[in-house]
């Protein structure tokens, strides 16, 4: 897979991920109106649109995106963000802040920068808070020196949650989730035997790369097909390999 394609997948996924759930709101004092009830399923669902979205000029080797086109994207994103907003439990506020800010920014005009490390740390603390809170079905994998697992064989149709964690040598850049195109028969044998190109015979729906000594967490919707898990090995520009897996969705 070129590295260019690797890079610019595992950018642009933190900041397209402005995520949240709910908790229920404690009490009001007595002779305060109400605190309306947050939603958790409403931001549930609205974090399954936004992580669906990237940002134009995601891709740092890619064309400058216009000041119309990042405006154009913020207000995509603006109505499904403000359900996250106020359905977040309080502990994500300040996390929410920083990706209300991407929005801000994009409103103005201006181009988002994927790779800002704050960016990053909301993204993840967001939607680790997803993957414990919303009842979507979960992938929860490690690579460990260059082996990948575990994975489910079969996946149903709908939201998932996936929590990736890299420990040993090789260690691996990110993990992604794709759909095999129609019409492709290859596996995650021939994917990591070089027989196959990753970057022609699947599409990414979603990535999770990590950052740190911590797991990393994304999410993605799947419909009816075959998949790949796959996992770039080593550091960029050098990659030495993948390690990948084969999941079915039915």
């Not at 404690?26 to 669906?52: M, W």
């Not at 309080?90 to 181009?111: H, N, T, W, Y």
């Not at 990053?120 to 990948?148: E, I, M, P, R, Y």
């Not at 492709?184 to 021939?190: E, F, G, I, N, R």
């Amino acid at each position: 897979m070129p590295t260019r394609r690797i890079l610019a997948i595992a950018a642009a996924l933190p900041a397209a991920v402005l995520v949240a759930c709910s908790a229920a709101p404690n009490p009001a004092p007595a002779g305060t109106p109400a605190t309306p009830a947050k939603d958790t399923a409403a931001a549930c669902t609205a974090e399954v649109a936004l992580n669906a979205t990237i940002p134009p000029g995601a891709d740092p080797d890619g064309p400058a995106p216009s000041a119309a086109e990042m405006q154009t994207w913020a207000t995509s994103v603006a109505g499904p963000f403000a359900t996250l907003r106020d359905n977040a439990p309080d502990p994500l506020q300040p996390s929410i802040a920083v990706l209300g800010g991407v929005v801000d920014q994009a409103e103005q005009g201006r181009r988002i920068d994927v790779s800002d490390p704050k960016i990053t740390a909301a993204s993840n603390a967001v939607d680790g808070w997803v993957h414990d809170n919303c009842g979507f079905q979960t992938l929860d994998l490690t690579s460990t020196g260059g082996k990948l697992g575990p994975a489910p064989a079969a996946l149903k149709p709908g939201p998932v949650s996936i929590k990736f964690s890299s420990t040993g040598d090789p260690s691996a850049f990110v993990l992604l989730l794709a759909r095999i195109k129609d019409g492709q028969k290859s596996t995650a044998a021939d994917v990591d035997a070089g027989r196959a190109d990753f970057d022609k015979i699947a599409e990414v729906v979603g990535a999770a790369q990590p950052t740190g000594a911590g797991p990393a967490y994304g999410t993605a919707t799947v419909t009816a097909g075959d998949y790949l898990l796959t996992s770039p090995l080593g550091a960029p520009p050098n990659f030495t390999g993948t390690a990948s897996l084969d999941v079915t969705v039915r």
